[in-house]
């Protein structure tokens, strides 16, 4: 015998929602903020941004992960820099015309890490190669 059970669908707080569109939940209307999102209706945001949602992710404010890609830094150098809030896209454009030295260091230390993680990355590839070149051998002579 089969059960016909109607399938629901899967629904997420409005935290998780506002963290895979980009957004502040605070700055989020009220109906959103205490409301549960669908993936359906997720997926509708993402594809039709309503007009709250295109004038949030132009304008903010922004919640931490979008103020640090902005500002070309990590999350820890904002917290670093004392910028703990939300920012909108106004402040950041100051921030970025005053270019204060907290700014200029995160900003290098975050260079220095991508280029870091390149050589890693770089050096494993190599090793996984010549480990590759090495276990075609070793099968080429047994």
């Known amino acids: 015998m089969t059960s016909l059970k109607q399938k629901t669908s899967q629904t997420m707080k409005p935290a998780t929602a506002a963290k895979k569109l980009g957004i502040y939940l605070d700055a989020a209307p009220t109906g959103f903020q205490e409301g549960v999102v669908s993936r359906e209706e997720l997926s509708a945001l993402q594809a039709d941004p309503p007009q709250w949602l295109q004038e949030l ?18 999350i820890a150098g904002l917290a670093r820099g004392g910028v703990t809030e939300a920012l909108t896209t106004e402040q950041i454009e100051a921030l970025k015309a005053e270019n204060p030295l907290w700014l200029q260091h995160e900003r290098a230390n975050q260079v220095d890490v991508r280029k870091e993680a390149a050589r890693i990355k770089e050096k494993q590839e190599k090793d996984a190669a010549a480990q590759a070149a090495k276990a075609a051998k070793a099968a080429k002579a047994g």
Do not use: C, I, T, Y
């Open 57 to 74: 992710r132009q304008n903010g404010p922004h919640p931490r992960p979008v103020v640090a890609a902005k500002l070309g830094v990590s």
